[in-house]
């Protein structure tokens, strides 16, 4: 079940649980080595790995990226800005943290221009199809850690935030879920940004869904159409 954290959280709009997000700090670590050392033998040498977390796993978190073979470098901070329900008493929970890092040596000559320290982008409700769903213009700005026209695997993609940014911004996009709801929801988003993007520039998406194997993988690749 997803924690309780997401669903009382007064949302009056009604989005499909999800499971996975209730492990003890221990086994959220074992099990974060186990997926980022499978995307650490997937990843290219230099590529860029991001994670996002609160606070309660920040440190967890660093821990298993380095756990599986990355080199840690850096944290950078998402403002959620005051639209975050506000506790009395308490300070405001209005961040998470990107954690990320890279597979080795991730040379400065590489094609990424100086990125920002942190962001600040409120969660809007027209824009979040997810319980944990993530600004997309938000996911417009991490995604250019990558190099232009690099493939970004978001394994856990959810109603594929990373996956909507990633084609926008002209990167090739591979996404697992195992929800069969956020699944169709993640297709229904990628086709409908694949098919604007289409009309806009003169690109053909080649969309593989791979449905029937026991994880729900969408691979969209981008052809650049002469
Ligand atoms: C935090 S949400 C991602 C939300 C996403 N960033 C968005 O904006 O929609 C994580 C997703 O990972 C999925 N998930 C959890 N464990 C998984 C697994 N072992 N394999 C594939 N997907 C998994 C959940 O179903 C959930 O939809």
Redesign the pocket.
């Known amino acids: 079940m997803p924690s309780k954290k997401y669903v009382n959280s007064g949302v009056k709009v009604q989005r499909p649980d999800?499971?996975?997000?209730n492990k003890s700090q221990k086994a959220y670590l074992k099990w974060c080595i186990i997926w980022l050392s499978e995307c650490f033998r997937m990843a290219k040498p230099g590529s860029p790995i991001c994670v996002f977390t609160d606070w309660r796993q920040l440190g967890a978190t660093q821990d298993a990226i380095e756990g599986a073979d990355f080199i840690l470098r850096g944290i950078v901070p998402w403002n959620k800005t005051e639209a975050v329900r506000p506790q009395k008493g308490r300070f405001r929970n209005q961040a998470e943290y990107v954690v990320w890092g890279s597979k080795g040596d991730m040379p400065t000559s590489r094609n990424v221009k100086v990125l920002p320290g942190s962001y600040t982008y409120p969660v809007r409700q027209n824009d979040k199809?997810?319980l944990?769903?993530?600004p997309t213009e938000l996911m417009k700005q991490i995604v250019k850690i990558t190099e232009p026209g690099g493939i970004i695997l978001d394994?856990?993609?959810?109603?594929?935030?990373?996956g909507v940014a990633a084609l926008s911004e002209n990167y090739q996009f591979i996404g697992?879920?195992?929800?069969e709801k956020?699944f169709q929801i993640a297709k229904a988003r990628l086709n409908e940004t694949a098919k604007n993007l289409s009309s806009l520039r003169n690109i053909t998406s080649e969309i593989i869904d791979m449905n029937t194997c026991s994880?729900r993988i969408l691979s969209y690749l981008n052809a650049v159409t002469a």
Do not use: L, R, W
């Open positions: 999800f499971y996975g997000d199809h997810h944990t769903g993530k394994p856990f993609m959810g109603s594929a935030t990373t697992i879920e195992q929800s956020y994880k």
